[in-house]
């Protein structure tokens, strides 16, 4: 059943609470959606504490969190707007640079003499913006180091589902043994990003404090997006949208890493095995403004890809991070743009 009948079931038998308010006073989400979520990640209702949307999950535990003058680290590249969400919160974001199998965590360990941050940001699944996933040997020292120094870890994960071949290492979360992971989940990318549900998992106490923060800004997340994911997840919407969205994105994947590879050489970060994005570091003569400018009047509109480096830290001398997401681009089309950035890189 599709997103659209299960919304008019919603409204055909739920309308009366839907269109009210949800209760005040430690709501942490819809009861039955923090079940189903809890299930779905194998851990406790009372540990899932439900936002619109990620991004919003990440500002509250970054208010949480986060005291001016804090030091964040975070990988370099990472996703700008959680940089830019910790900035508004005060802190200072360091960036830790990101191999092709994750984190540097060798780096992080001699950072760390020095300086130990509130918080590390990792996305460590087909990262945004670099399609890196973290491996598992990494995770682990990943999360020994937060336990000797006292750091939280904070993974945030809206693309770890979208796996297209190969086999997933442990989240952190699952890893974790000493409480110092808080997971941010969201169905954007595998049911709808309309519908604006993310979720925090973490530890009962932070839902609490989270709820009461919540309240105090926006009350409640939508009662009617949660109704209706609350349906899609009955009705097992999660996994059979997984399952088409693997069989529509695998050969997209596969088309894109040949095209980079075809026409650009060896420039790839890494080999993702899932996600929305294939990246390179493209080794250009002009500026990032020059040559993005070029792209686009050859029909080729990118992010700039600087944008995604914390202060302070930026893509190999000499190269221009460019993001190539693949996920909305039939194989053809991608292969084309492709073409036409190998013609730029050639100047
Ligand atoms: C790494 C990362 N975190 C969070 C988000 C925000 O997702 P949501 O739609 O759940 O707010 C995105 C969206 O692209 C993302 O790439």
Redesign the pocket.
Known sequence: MSIARLTEQVLDTERDRVFQYAPIGGYAGDPELRRQLAAHHATEPERIFVTN???QALDLVAAHLVNPGDVVYAEAPT?DR?VQIFQRHGARVVGVPLESDGLDTAELARRLESEVPVLLYT?PDFQ?PSGVTMNGSKRRELLRLAAAYGFTVLE?T?YRELRYTGTAPASLAELDTSGQVIAIG?L?KVLS?GLRI?YVIGDPALVRRLADRAEGVYLSPAPLSQAIAVRCLAEDLLRSNVERVRQLMAPRLDAAVEAVRAQLGEVLVAVPEGGYYVTVHLPVKTGEATFLAAARDAGVALTRGSAFYPDGTAPPEGTLFLRLPFQAMEPAEFTAGIGRLAALAAW
Do not use: H, K, Q, V
């Open positions: 949307g990620s991004l996703y959680a996305i945004n945030d809206p969201s954007s990003p993310g």
